[in-house]
């Protein structure tokens, strides 16, 4: 066996899409990887932090470094949640005891096409997806990590998958965390907008490496009730299928 | 709150953008100017041999003339008057609109002609100018346009951009020439042009603003495209330079770098047309330019934000409107929405700065930190992320509602309780599972109901990951495929 990974599960992939994590956990352990999942992980502290409660994510932060401050390595199906450890945990806990351990921590934790990619050198992970599929930049895990081609190189490597490129592949979805809830219209305006361009492309899949983008974006294409629509789905459950019939689209 | 009667600029602002963000058509000629805007945009970078070399360059004259701002704001200063120019300080809007009004009604002016100056949107100038009895004209196509159909620029640079051709006839027919039939672009601009050449030579004073204030020179930098701003600035008697005094850059040769990357980030053009150096009125033996040569150095907040170490960057900004071009909310709410002289990041990063945290806080929210904008700015600056640190400082001013810091607390109390946290993520899930099989989801009592009005409802599985975890995913090695959780 490889090297242990610390998995560590945003609050709403716990909560709403379990299966995120399943096949995060289904990719590591078919690479060999030894899995845990400290259990009294909870949420990063992203939503207060971006709603102006830094007192309020303080602590969270806190917690989030004493779970896993001991991990060799934490890996994470969001960019965005890793964008919150890696930038803004060192600025958050400037003033902490556990300043030093944040920022070691930021060190050693990635998202997972980051992760296998550039710290593993992965790019086959033994996976088959017959389809068509469109990539969505997700902001924070292109303009916080700067992840562009890591991404792209594990779904190249895929059996069978056809990867369609989409017109402003780079645009927000929309979602933004509170700013759904505050700016419904503008965020909802913006989510039609990005349909359209995953509509555009054909593709049977839009994917991504932000749970939270393919939650927003489910929910518009959702709601939109057409017949044939594209499907979302997370990089880390195309990287879990292996030979089997093919998905309904 | 304020009363029912007048709404906040927050309210107003919501009701512009839910009315905005659902209109196709407006979407539509944002998305084509946008288009033609970055296929300039991205010819113009390749020009540049190295695009980030640039922007780490203007960055740093940015950086050092903001840090030094006192000293090369002086120099400016004095250079302009041992040219026999005046330079007037004004501490905020009312200061320097009295200075100008004061200026002209002292010298007799009647009709003033201005070249595009933001500032002077910020200020509110022209309204004070007119209520002086003066008749102020906008010379810049765009914002004559826009000074014509009485409304406010929807872009720093280009004013105009949510007009199309026949808006702009059918405008041109009601206000100017009833007898214009085409809708040429080269036809409307005829127009326009007869009717401001003699605006040029009837106005007594022109007012400018300034891309740059070079310190080294004593000359105020102007890049332009249309040859008006040469005429505001040669043709009447009095040249009135109105700019913020975050301008100023130490040396001539600054511009070097900062014309073109500005000219590329603003229109995707390798320079400008005209670029414009201006040192004074006009001196013995010269053919032309004005008598009075003047420089409004206007602060209005911004001396409060060159203290605070940690967003002074947002005092280098160049005014491109790359930030706007690029930003998926402008696209989506428009330039006007924003209530404000300066829309889009840049706008919502410095409003709350300039006209107050508590009244224009909500500018820094109405944005999903995507970041784009950041990674467009010449400067570099770190947009998204000062709009995180308003949002930090709205909080700690008290400036949120009572009920959403409530919310966070007991949102930090559950978090900080792994079981606690489990328990009331299942019973949350249960809930909405049992409301929605009733057919509630969007009702009133849905908690999600505002996400519902555009999306379809979250899935709720009925066991969380970590149940998996604990059941079985922690114990066994997964071999086989693992059936949907839900």
């Known amino acids: 066996m490889k090297r242990i990974v610390s998995l560590f599960m945003p609050c709403f992939v716990d909560q709403l899409l379990p299966q995120v994590a399943v096949d995060t956990v289904k990719v590591l352990r078919r690479l060999k990887f030894g899995v845990d999942y400290p259990e009294d992980q909870t949420c990063c502290g992203q939503p207060a932090l971006n709603t102006g409660y830094w007192d309020e994510a303080r602590p969270c932060a806190e917690h989030f470094v004493r779970v896993f401050k001991h991990a060799d390595v934490v890996v994470s199906p969001s960019g965005s949640c890793v964008s919150m450890i890696r930038l803004f945990y060192p600025e958050l806990l400037a003033h902490s005891s556990l300043r030093a351990d944040s920022i070691a921590l930021a060190g050693r934790t990635f998202e997972l096409s980051e992760f296998l990619v550039k710290v593993e050198a992965v790019t086959e992970v033994g996976a088959t997806f017959p389809h068509t599929v469109t990539y969505h930049a997700s902001c924070h895990g292109l303009r916080e990590l700067k992840l562009r081609d890591e991404p792209l190189q594990l779904l190249r490597q895929v059996n069978g998958l056809k990867l369609i490129e989409m017109a402003r592949f780079d645009e927000c979805c929309g979602f933004g965390g509170t700013f759904a809830a505050k700016f419904s219209d503008v965020s909802g305006a913006m989510g039609n907008s990005k349909a359209e361009s995953v509509a555009a492309t054909g593709a049977e899949f839009v994917t991504a490496i932000d749970p939270s983008c393919l939650l927003h974006l489910e929910g518009i294409l959702g709601k939109a009730q057409a017949p044939k629509r594209p499907r979302t789905i997370h990089l880390a459950s195309i990287l879990a299928q292996q030979n089997q019939p093919r998905m309904r689209p | ?64 003339a903001i840090d030094h701002l006192d000293r090369y704001l002086l120099q400016f200063e004095q ?16 200061e320097a609109c009295a200075y100008v009004r004061d200026l002209a009604t002292r010298l007799g002016v009647r009709s003033v002609v201005k ?5 002077t949107e910020e200020i509110h100038l022209s309204p004070v100018l007119e209520k002086a009895g003066i008749k102020v004209w906008e010379t810049d196509l765009g914002e004559f346009i826009v000074q014509l159909r009485e409304e406010p620029p929807y872009h720093i640079v280009t004013p105009a951009m949510h007009l199309n051709r026949g808006q702009i006839a059918q405008l041109f027919r009601e206000k100017l020439d009833s007898g214009i039939t085409s809708e040429d672009p080269v036809d409307l601009m005829a127009v326009a042009r007869r009717k401001l050449r003699e605006a040029f030579f009837a106005a007594e004073m022109g007012i400018s ?3 740059f204030l070079v310190a080294d020179e004593g000359v105020v930098a ?18 009135v330079v109105v700019t913020g005094i975050e301008k100023v850059i130490p040396r001539l040769e600054d511009l070097a770098v900062l014309w073109p990357v500005l000219a590329t980030s603003g229109t995707g053009q390798g320079i400008t047309t005209y670029g414009t150096l201006i040192g004074g009125a006009r001196r013995e033996g010269e053919a032309d330019g004005p008598e009075e040569f003047h420089v409004v150095l206007v602060d209005n907040g911004r001396s409060k934000l060159l203290a605070d170490r940690e967003q002074r960057e947002v005092l280098h900004c160049i005014r491109c409107g790359a930030c706007l071009n690029t930003c998926p909310v402008f696209r989506h709410i428009g330039g006007h929405t924003y209530g404000t002289a300066y829309p889009g990041p840049i706008g919502s990063v410095l409003t709350p700065h300039l006209n107050g945290i508590k009244e224009f806080k909500h500018l820094s929210y109405a944005s999903s930190l995507c970041g784009a904008c950041t ?9 998204h992320h000062h709009l995180l640190q308003n ?89 086989g495929n693992q059936s949907s959780a839900d």
Request: proline share 3%.
């Open chain 2, 79 to 94: 250079k302009v008057i041992a040219r026999g120019g005046h330079v007037f300080w004004a501490s905020n809007s009312d």
């Open chain 2, 115 to 119: 070249s595009k100056s933001m500032v």
């Open chain 2, 391 to 479: 949002r930090r400082n709205a909080t700690e001013a008290g400036a949120t509602k009572a009920s959403e810091r409530m919310m966070f607390r007991a949102w930090r109390f559950v978090m900080l309780h792994p079981r606690m946290y489990a328990l009331g993520g299942w019973s949350m899930r249960r809930a909405l599972r049992i409301l929605y099989g009733l057919g509630l989801a969007g009702s009133v009592l849905d908690p999600m109901r505002v996400w519902n009005r555009y999306r379809a409802p979250v899935p709720l599985p009925s066991k969380s990951f970590r149940a998996l975890w604990k059941e079985q995913l922690g114990r066994e090695e997964l071999g």
């Open chain 2, 1 to 64: 709150m304020s009363g029912a009667a007048s709404s906040t600029a927050a309210q107003r602002f919501l009701r512009d953008a839910a009315v905005k963000s659902a209109d196709l058509t407006h979407r539509e000629v944002i998305r084509r100017g946008m288009e033609s805007y970055e296929a300039a945009h991205r010819k113009g970078r390749a020009r540049i041999q190295d695009w980030e070399a640039a922007r780490q360059r203007c960055q740093a004259i940015k950086r050092e």
């Open chain 2, 222 to 239: 102007i890049s332009t495209n249309e040859g008006n701003g040469r005429l505001c600035t040669s043709v009447p008697r009095i040249h």
């Open chain 2, 209 to 211: 603003g300034a891309n």
């Open chain 2, 375 to 383: 990674s467009v700015c010449p400067v570099n600056i770190d947009l």
